[in-house]
């Protein structure tokens, strides 16, 4: 078997005799190199025959240089039957730990085929087609004719020799674990740390410890370039979440729009500064003018920059496939080996992101952000004051206009403050006020139209659209809408409230009550760019459905950020739960960093409300969860708030991801409609959860693997710090799972003050403090970890 040698100080690395040798802390360690089939796999049983069919196959492993294909049943491996019971744990467990890599794996399968053969001409001639090809022709069929197909169907047997290599995309050098954008990382939140050493030191876990260590940093080894540096350093220091969580929120508070863009950068640990626009004063209209014909060409040469080294094949390719690969992830996590996008697609895809110069995309669009600047938008007004208004004579604008000009970036268009509607697309509007209608691209991405600006600066709006991409969307370019007054209504479908796709994209709203509403991949998602929503003051609602409310996508990073309001955040009523859960839904949202499991690491979602009595209701995998190389963040400050999440939601993670939660004020409520949540990790995972303040309530009770849980090489904490709290949580079980030799997990249990906590209506845990048991660690302490640690 093929053994990596990792002398873990200072990340240096060489060869010796075939063997890796790295330097990190002067720690010894050897981890194998495991053989990599690379098929995802469910078990088949029916009549006598027992299996594993494949649901898909990972791109660039042996799978998929081989014969085999998706719905293949596996019978025989090796020329042994399957075993009759944990079919799928003894598959795995045999080509992981009986099979070398360069050794050979012999595999029966049965595919089932089916020939269609179509008349043509009098002749039944094979076509390449599909039962859903086939019913698309009898649908079109026209009356009277004729249309006549013959079905042969067999069951195959086919024997494929496969020599097995490791996982691809697997790198050979040490990964880059620093992070320089948080430099004091180390010396902040130290007690967390030192719980840990504890506990290695005194309790006897360090070589459990060290196994998870050297494990998670295996994991990073896995590289397809496409990696956030926060990502991979926390998810190596996992001890470091907290340090990371103490300093991100002193960068919070109440902060303007450009400066929220600015905290997306630093998530990406990257970061750009403009030198500060002087904008003019003058009551020249033209002057103003001007000033924003500046602007926008300033950000048109930072675009093209930032995409100039993606070809005009290369761009159609992007806008071709988006909305193939947005509506194969609507139906479920994992789209390798989809009929709709190939694997080669896919992942000509995911590398064309490393063509573009972000940091040119951020500078660009920072640019654009500065023309939100609320003293030179009422100069801006006095200016156009003196101007006539006429009624509109442009198809698609009803309503009177002081301005309109078609120019080299699209129609320009400045209105009065009548209540207008407008249906035709608009490259830069200016909207003086009134009760308006947009039922158009509101400052979104149409069609060969790359940067879009509206602003409306007073008024009840209602901004509607049927069409993806819509209201302050971009793709491959810059979309912006800003909306300072009113209690507005935004709807949308998909990609639409502040996506940024190959772009970024923004919707930044002042003061009012507003509702936004979408179906999916909106209100603030990003993928290869940025997108926010940005809220100032109101009491605001959100609704979606699917892969919304602070999204990251691959290189991406999604948020909202609203800072004051009794707010309401629903996600998940339309797509059933993929486990089959009964009376649960999928939702993908709140704080979610998501990747493409095998074909692209995720990006980060993070969203941050400031202020206010807050609700959050969603769906699976949701409020601070993380899903292969993704990490989600939720951050809320102040308020009596309600919790209520399903299958991964507040602060959980799976495959190699992170999920961080924080609430830092208020008497709170958390429950859990299925399990699977609250501070749980799942296969070399790490979550974090604190709740710094307040009386708060948890309600896990009858749910499985709920509040500070580990698998798989994982690593969770659950933190409560202040207030006498309730928790409905069954306690009495095996809390942590699958220990052995070559998995270890840790979750640790912490509720630090609070005289009084209650535990499933009795007071027995209070106060109490566990042995370590089981990887698990039970504290509730009537002070402060920092005191606990001082009196061992």
Known sequence: MYIYQFILSLYKVCFIAGILIFSFNSIVFSIPVKPFLGIGFS?????????????????????????????????????????????SENFKRYIQDEKNIDEQLVIHYFRDTLTISK????????????????????????????????????????????????????????????????????????????????????????????????????????????????????????????????????????????HSFMLQQRLMDSIVSIDALVYPKSKSFKDHYDFITLIINQSNQLLDKALIKLSDDERQFILKHTPIIMNQLSKGFIIAGNDAISDHALNTYFMLIKNIDMNSLFMGYSYLLQ???????????????????????????????????????????????????????????????????????????????????????????????????????????????????????????????????FGCGSVIDFYGDDSYIAQDFSQGIGLAGNGFIYDRRGDDYFNASLFSQAVGLTYGVGSIFDFSGNDSYFLGNREFSSYGSVGVF???????????RHSASGGIGFLYDHKGHDQYEAGNFSQGT???????????????????????SIATSAHSALGIFKDRRGDDSYQTIYGSSIA?????????????????????????????????????????????????????????????????????????????????????????????????????????????????
């Open 43 to 87: 078990e088949f049983k029916k009549d006598n025959v027992v299996g594993i069919e494949i649901d898909y196959i990972v791109p660039n492993s042996v799978a998929d240089k081989s014969k085999l294909q998706k719905g293949d049943i596996i019978y025989m491996i090796d020329y042994q039957h399957l075993a009759t019971s944990n079919v």
């Open 119 to 258: 008349d043509i001409d009098g002749d039944f001639i094979n076509v390449d087609y599909n039962l859903n090809k086939v019913l698309l022709e009898v649908n079109q069929l026209i009356p009277n004719k004729d249309l006549s197909f013959k079905f042969d169907r067999k069951i195959e047997q086919h024997i494929e020799k496969i020599t097995l290599e490791s996982k691809p995309l697997l790198r050979t050098t040490s990964p880059n674990l620093s992070l320089d954008l948080f430099p004091s990382i180390d010396y902040i939140a130290p007690y967390y740390s030192e719980l840990i050493d504890v506990l290695k030191i005194y309790e006897g876990f360090d070589t459990h410890f060290k196994s998870m260590e050297t494990s998670q940093f295996h994991n990073e080894f896995w590289d397809d370039g496409l990696r956030f540096p926060l990502i991979r350093y926390l998810h190596i220091h996992y001890d470091k979440l907290p340090s990371f969580t103490r300093l991100f929120q002193q960068e919070l508070g109440v902060v303007s729009p450009l």
């Open 371 to 501: 023309l939100g600047d609320h003293d030179w938008l009422d100069n801006l007004s006095k200016s156009i004051g003196s101007m006539s208004l006429i009624e509109s004579n442009i198809e698609g604008i009803s309503g009177s206009l002081y301005f309109s000009a078609k120019t080299d970036f699209g129609l320009f268009v400045i209105a009065g403050k009548d209540d207008n509607t407008y249906t035709t697309d608009i490259s830069f509007l200016i909207d003086l006020g009134g009760n308006d209608t947009y039922r158009n691209n509101a400052g979104a991405y149409y069609k060969d139209h790359y940067i879009n600006v509206l602003i409306d600066l007073d008024g009840n709006d209602l901004y509607s659209s049927t069409s993806e991409f819509s209201q302050g969307s971009g793709f491959m370019g810059y979309g912006l809408l800003l909306d300072y007054k009113g209690d507005d209504l935004y709807r949308g479908v998909r990609l639409s409230q502040g996506a940024g796709i």
């Open 586 to 596: 999928k939702g993908a949202g709140q704080g979610f960093g998501f990747g493409f």
């Open 626 to 648: 993380g899903y292969f190389y993704g990490l989600g963040i939720l951050f809320d400050d102040q308020g009596d708030d309600t919790y209520i999440g399903s299958r991964y």
């Open 680 to 792: 749980i990790a799942w296969d070399n995972s790490n979550s974090f959860f604190l709740d710094e303040e307040g009386h708060d309530r948890y309600n896990c009770l009858d749910r499985n693997f709920c509040l500070a849980e580990a698998h798989y090489n994982s690593f969770a904490i659950f933190n409560d710090k202040n207030g006498k709290d309730t928790y409905l949580v069954n306690f009495n079980k095996n809390l942590v799972q699958k220990n052995n030799d070559t998995m270890k997990n840790f979750a640790i249990y912490l509720d630090e003050g609070g005289d009084h906590d209650i535990y499933l209506g009795v007071d027995k845990l209070n106060n109490i403090s566990k042995n370590p048991k089981n990887s698990f660690l039970f504290l509730d302490l009537k002070k402060t970890l920092a005191n606990y640690l001082r009196q061992l």
